[in-house]
């Protein structure tokens, strides 16, 4: 029993690890598509936003048929587009065709960005339900690190490498147009993930929701109801905060930061690979702990340590040249800060926080919201880096994170040790 329940968490998880490979992929592979294509500077913006916009469109529904049709049918689904997409991105013979894969793909993230932490909340014991779904962030950042480690092996296998003889695509893929066998790394997890989930059996928690009365299946006006406003502004707050930490310019300017601090570089991705590594090796500690000292205290040191660290991050700035060591340690430190608290678990608390009967649909908002705000703060970065400068971006970040402390200190319950149907008794209490 024990050995299935790992090979489901392992399928499940694969969902997170092609959230991260289909989003990070795209790095190494701009600079050859848009030599491939002659793209044009707006071309360019919409070969890397077009994943989100489908990002945007699987969020859009999946928690309305999750909660309608299960978990399981999700994860099907988000496996069909995954191998569709991978497939169609590696063999497109054309913009065009490419385009519509990453939207594909993309909305197979959105579907999983939401099935995947539902599922294995809904499997787990109440003992380890805070651990299991945190395997999905590191799943995610694990994603993120092997697309930068794939990109620069087949980058460095096309360089130094003499072709062994290959013929057609092979030829192609790795070697002329290597795009395409960056791509190409990707239909193998996603074939896996697409033979997993045929196997898996369906959420435990949903099946029996389903056999409750029709009249008991809730409706998105429900989740805005008295006894729900709490966990509403919760699900929606702590994926905003993610997004407003400034996590990504963070992972932008991490290359940068490691040359300032005098490490040799020998091309950006090493760069992206270092820091993907960090990230991934502290989330870690959020799967030790998130059971044991609990969701609320590891959010509070989290955003906490965050603000400190993006504080001194605009201080060191600001002071210029011989602050390198300072920035390399302040930005190891709120890699640290966001990925035992603010990175994993908005996807634990969102996750069990609701009824099970809304949950597909509170989480669709909660997700949505972590998308669009994704994507105004891709939006706001350069802008804010114009007219303020580095510094002041730091701070604006750091305030954030500070605003993320007071909310959690202020709003945010204990879940750890309590079972779904105690939560929803909570609220009602609260109520």
């Not at 072709?163 to 239909?187: Q, T, Y």
């Not at 340690?329 to 608290?341: D, H």
């Amino acid at each position: 029993m024990k050995t299935n329940l790992t090979l489901v968490i392992i399928t499940a998880s694969l969902g997170g690890f092609l959230f991260g490979f289909d989003m990070a992929v795209v790095s190494g592979i701009l600079p050859f598509v848009e030599r491939q294509f002659s793209l044009s500077t707006a071309q360019e913006g919409w070969f890397v936003s077009s994943a989100l916009l489908g990002c945007v469109i699987g969020v859009s529904f999946t928690g309305e048929l999750s909660d309608r049709f299960g978990r399981k049918k999700i994860l099907v689904g988000a496996a069909v587009l995954f191998l569709l997409s991978a497939f169609c991105c590696t063999a497109a013979d054309s913009f065009t065709i490419l385009i519509l894969a990453r939207i594909a793909s993309g909305i197979g993230v959105g579907m999983a960005s939401i099935a995947v932490p539902l599922y294995l909340s809904e499997i787990a014991s109440t003992a380890n339900r805070g651990r299991l779904v945190t395997y999905y962030q590191l799943a995610i950042t694990f994603g993120i690190v092997t697309a930068y480690l794939t990109n620069a092996f087949v980058l460095n296998y096309s360089l130094t490498e003499n072709n062994p003889g290959f013929s057609g695509f092979l030829d192609k893929a790795f070697f002329d147009e290597i795009w395409r066998g960056m791509f190409a790394m990707g239909l193998v997890p996603a074939a896996l993930f697409m033979l997993g989930v045929c196997f898996i059996p369906e959420s435990p928690k949903w099946l029996d929701n389903a056999t409750a009365p029709s009249s008991d299946k809730g409706a998105y006006r429900q989740l805005f109801s008295a006894g729900l406003r709490k966990p509403m502004l919760i699900g929606i707050m702590l994926p905003l905060f993610s997004q407003l930490c400034g996590i990504n310019a963070i992972i932008y300017y991490g290359p940068k930061i490691l040359t300032d601090a005098g490490i040799s570089m020998s091309n950006s991705l090493l760069g992206q690979i270092v820091f993907g590594v960090a990230n991934l090796l502290f989330t870690f500690i959020a799967i030790w702990k998130v059971d044991k000292l609990g969701r609320r205290k590891l959010y509070i040191f989290g955003t906490m340590g965050a603000f400190i660290s993006l504080l001194f991050t605009g201080i060191f700035f600001q002071l210029g040249d011989g602050m390198a060591l300072g920035l390399l340690i302040c930005t190891i430190s709120f890699l640290a800060c966001f990925a035992f608290s603010i990175g994993p678990l908005k996807f634990v608390v969102i996750s069990e926080i609701f009824p099970i009967a809304l949950r597909g649909r509170a989480m669709a908002i909660s997700i949505m919201v972590m998308w669009v705000s994704d994507t105004i703060i891709g939006q706001l970065t350069p802008m804010l880096l114009d007219h303020i400068g580095t510094s002041g971006t730091f701070w604006v970040f750091s305030f954030f994170c500070l605003m993320a402390f007071v909310f959690t200190y202020k709003y945010l319950p204990e879940t750890k040790g309590r079972s779904i149907e105690e939560i929803e008794t909570f609220w009602n209490k609260e109520k």
